[in-house]
């Protein structure tokens, strides 16, 4: 690894919830670290622990949900058990996320304006002076922001509630509200699962081109192959709760260590060849209570021995490569 | 009601099951007692406008767009799930837009549909022997001390255990629910099955296994499928046919090879160029696409695509565009894209 320190670090996360069925251990021993203007995907599927992970780096675990252990550093300070009035300093200015979902994460009894303003009002320093001064000049900032983000005749649209946009518009919204105060690394939870592939690339490239003059750092959590091979430096795949494989995306995508990334590259249709036949990974993602300590791909995988039900660790494998099997294969088929 | 037997039909010969001619499909709320009350002149939303699609036997369509292009209006107007407002829809010489109830009753055995949300395609208050069930009780194909039987034989046909039969739909994950629905598509022996987004619910590796499975049924029952989806690798798959549709209207349609190879509509040409790939062969010389679909309800004029298209020139904001037929099978609506 290089020199640089990470921007964030994270250590051995265990993130917990109790409910009435038992004990749900959504995150559990997750190690991710993320450098100055690096773009880390995190992929999996749905139930794999990628947004508890990111709702745990900001601070968003609630009742009945706990950390129950692990750190997270961001720029060398730690922010498990930080004060929540700590926190609210940090989140929106240094560390953003934009929520899955932009319709029902954007209040739609305020003005998209009002929604962007509210976080230069309550982070920025720079804005001072009068009550009317500050909003006049915060109000330029968000025509700024609205115009970064693409969004046509802003000075009129800064009115606008929600439902005026469309899904693409709303999502791009999101990501003005979250870059307003220029922060240092945002995390981007499913950007684009709701939108269309057009809107799609139009919403990824406005992220990437944003990240270049910036200079921030971009943690994108998705389920898309795709979408990670072409936007990522890096990539750490996700099953069950952990991390499974992590490294340079192109090595991993290209040849994919444990069985689980090469059954989830199997599943996906090639466009380029379309005779080849997808092999979908037979069964489903194991119920997270209760879990035994071995192996979590355990009982979907080929090539599962004896050892596999003893708690596989994370491996380093080279190359900047970690994966979390006793006998990864260096090559898929 | 065994399944498997019908299978016979599907040889080599071309045979046009479905022949859809200028269906059109407009909501309109201008004449409404709401908008007389409010003043509101209301609207007419234009979501289908004057589509023609033909799908031979044993083949399967996919038909490709947006959201808010129409793809699940046309799948439904076709079924006649959604009335449509004119053309017409032939399904093996039957024109199914004249028929009445009792006949429309009874062409539903032939044609089916699977939805798109597995969550909330299903009846939580009933057992899945009810939902899969219904339809043989219905058409009156079962006897009732028989539905059981074929139920049991639906479910395993589909990859679930004939125990599941006495669940509720909240016992399942979205992959086995979807399972069940396409169960329920499959009970009265269909012969055609519109596909409405039957996989974009899903994660990557259930995806996998619902289209697999979907692809297997096709082969062993002979089935037709329109299967639409908005995610091009999926319809690329399993399909032989593409049709791509943009606000209301097909802008192209060919053999899939032709299609995702060598694409000639600027707005095929822009879908498959944002779809990222795993290999990273997509990157390049991307087409780019500015703004989003415009409103069905005031659609452009001319060619609906101008507004986005990076090649519009001035005939196409006056003129539709007329679908012209090109040599290597496609049939592409564009001013710019001549038949020579």
């Known amino acids: 690894m290089t020199e640089a320190q990470p921007i964030l670090s994270i250590s051995n996360l265990q993130t917990r919830f109790a409910t009435r069925y038992g004990l749900v251990t959504a995150v559990d021993g997750v190690s991710l670290d993320v450098m100055p203007g690096e773009c880390v995907g995190v992929v999996g599927e749905s139930g794999s622990g990628k947004s508890v992970t990111f709702a745990s780096v900001m601070g968003l675990i609630k009742p009945p949900g706990w950390i129950d252990g692990g750190s997270i550093k961001f720029e060398g300070q730690e922010l498990v058990g930080m004060s929540e009035r700590s926190y609210r300093s940090l989140r929106g200015k240094y560390i953003a996320m934009t929520m899955q979902d932009a319709l029902t994460a954007l209040n739609p009894a305020l003005t998209c304006g009002f929604q962007i303003m509210e976080v230069l009002l309550a982070h920025d320093s720079q804005i001072s002076g009068s009550a009317r001064n500050r909003i006049r000049e915060a109000r330029a900032r968000v025509i700024e922001m609205m115009m970064l983000v693409r969004i046509p005749s802003p000075e009129t649209r800064l009115n606008d509630y929600p439902h005026q946009f469309s899904g693409g518009m709303r999502q791009r919204m999101m990501i003005a509200i979250a870059l307003a105060c220029r922060p240092k690394l945002l995390i981007a939870d499913e950007p684009t699962t709701a939108l269309d592939v057009t809107i799609q690339a139009q919403v990824l490239e406005l992220i990437t081109d944003i990240r270049q003059t910036l200079g921030m750092s971009v943690i994108l959590i998705t389920h898309d192959l795709g979408v990670v091979a072409e936007y990522c430096d890096r990539v750490a795949v996700m099953y069950a709760g952990q991390v499974i494989e992590s490294g340079p995306t192109k090595s991993v995508i290209g040849q994919p260590s444990h069985p689980y990334t090469q059954g989830l590259l199997r599943s996906i249709p090639n466009l380029a060849n379309l005779d080849k036949r997808i092999r979908p990974i037979e069964g489903q993602v194991p119920e997270l209570i209760d879990l035994t300590p071995g192996c979590r791909f355990i009982g979907r995988c080929d090539v599962r021995e004896e050892a596999c039900t003893q708690r596989v660790e994370m491996r380093n494998i080279g190359q900047g490569r970690t994966v979390r099997c006793i006998q990864p294969k260096g090559n898929v088929q | ?340």
């Open chain 2, 1 to 340: 009601m065994n399944k498997a037997m019908k299978c016979t039909a599907g040889t080599a010969e071309q045979y046009v099951l479905l022949q859809v001619n200028n269906l059109v499909k407009h909501y309109d709320s201008r004449s409404g007692l709401w908008g007389k009350i409010t003043g509101n002149p209301g609207s007419l939303v234009q979501a289908v406008d004057g589509v023609s699609l033909t799908i031979n036997r044993g083949e399967t369509l996919g038909l490709i767009g947006e959201s808010g292009c129409g793809k699940s209006t046309l799948g439904r107007a076709i079924l006649r799930l959604h009335e449509p407002t004119s053309g017409s829809v032939t399904f093996d010489g039957t024109d199914v837009t004249k028929l009445d109830a009792d006949s429309l009753k009874k062409m539903r055995r032939r044609m089916q549909i699977i939805f798109q949300d597995p969550y909330a395609s299903l009846n939580p208050r009933k057992t899945i022997e009810d939902i899969i069930g219904t339809a043989l009780r219905l058409q009156g194909v079962a006897k009732s001390s028989d539905i059981r039987g074929c139920v049991t034989q639906l479910l395993e046909n589909v990859g679930l255990k004939p125990d599941h039969m006495t669940r509720f739909p909240h016992q399942f994950s979205g992959g086995q629910r979807q399972r069940i629905g396409i169960a329920r598509a499959l009970a009265l022996n269909p012969e055609f099955i519109v596909c409405d987004e039957p996989v974009s619910a899903l994660d990557v590796s259930i995806q996998a296994q619902v289209i697999q499975l979907l692809d297997d049924l096709k082969r062993e029952l002979g089935l037709t499928y329109l299967f639409i989806s908005h995610d091009i690798s999926v319809i690329g798959y399993i399909s032989d046919h593409i049709a791509v549709m943009y606000l209301g209207d097909i802008v192209e349609t060919g053999p899939t090879k032709q299609i995702l190879t060598d694409p000639q509509h600027p707005y095929t040409q822009a879908l498959l160029s944002a779809v990222p790939r795993v290999d990273g062969s997509g990157t390049g010389d991307r087409v780019k696409l500015t703004g989003d679909l415009p409103s069905p309800i005031n659609p452009p004029k001319g060619c609906k695509f101008h507004t986005r298209c990076p090649y519009a020139k001035d005939e196409c904001q006056l003129k539709k565009p007329e679908h012209h037929e090109l040599k290597n099978g496609l049939t592409v609506a564009c001013h710019l894209v001549t038949g020579n």
